[in-house]
T-cell receptor
Framework: EAGVVQSPRYKIIEKKQPVAFWCNPISGHNTLYWYRQNLGQGPELLIRYENEEAVDDSQLPKDRFSAERLKGVDSTLKIQPAELGDSAVYLC????????????FGPGTRLLVL | GQQVMQIPQYQHVQEGEDFTTYCNSSTTLSNIQWYKQRPGGHPVFLIQLVKSGEVKKQKRLTFQFGEAKKNSSLHITATQTTDVGTYFCAGIAGGGNKLTFGTGTQLKVEL
């Protein structure tokens, strides 16, 4: 069974540029999470989807961040414009309906904003 | 908001020594999970504890959930170089379903 897939794995951009990250969860997992992990810290939830509905986006900086999961499968997280402080690893995770509390993480996208 | 702290932040041990990391939440938890993240890797789920006072073992790893469901610990017996990484606890506050990660403990094991 394939795990959570994320792309790209690495991204270097200049500040004020836009950037997008893509995530494909484990097949059949209805819940999808986006986390941000700063260096030396634990992951922090940005947004959680149940199917195509964003059920918790309270931690998403809505002035520059947006996310979508139009068909309830894969998802895209966008930052526009990026700031220096956005440099971090962006992790996607998914969980199944029958085991909501076990989250499986993807490899992450390491973003560096110059 | 909910805060989850872990101590120590870093731990260097010699191979064969024991290791313990402690996790404390500012609020009562409905469950606690533990994850391991290797350097450059992503968090990997280890275990979940749900019951007050629960103890679970996985080979050399022993996990405990406090009686008050506000703290937890992970103990590794006779560490090996393969144990290197950062160990995170993560808890869900009672009544909610948001997982809040702790600050992590970075373990280094030297030969």
């Amino acid at each position: 069974e394939a795990g959570v897939v994320q792309s790209p794995r690495y991204k270097i951009i200049e500040k004020k540029q836009p950037v997008a990250f893509w995530c494909n969860p484990i097949s059949g997992h209805n819940t999808l999470y986006w986390y941000r992990q700063n260096l030396g810290q634990g992951p922090e939830l940005l947004i959680r989807y149940e199917n195509e509905e964003a059920v918790d986006d309270s931690q998403l900086p809505k002035d520059r961040f947006s996310a979508e999961r139009l068909k309830g499968v894969d998802s895209t997280l966008k930052i526009q414009p990026a700031e220096l402080g956005d440099s971090a690893v962006y992790l996607c995770a998914s969980s199944s309906r029958t085991d909501q509390e076990t989250q499986y993480f993807g490899p992450g996208t390491r973003l560096l904003v110059l | 908001g909910q805060q989850v702290m872990q101590i120590p932040q870093y731990q260097h041990v010699q191979e064969g020594e024991d290791f313990t990391t402690y996790c404390n939440s500012s609020t009562t938890l409905s469950n606690i999970q533990w994850y391991k993240q290797r350097p450059g890797g992503h968090p990997v789920f280890l275990i979940q504890l749900v019951k007050s006072g629960e103890v679970k073992k996985q080979k050399r790893l022993t996990f405990q959930f406090g009686e008050a469901k506000k703290n937890s610990s992970l103990h590794i017996t006779a560490t090996q170089t393969t144990d290197v990484g950062t160990y995170f606890c993560a808890g869900i506050a009672g009544g909610g379903n948001k997982l809040t990660f702790g600050t992590g403990t970075q373990l280094k094991v030297e030969l």
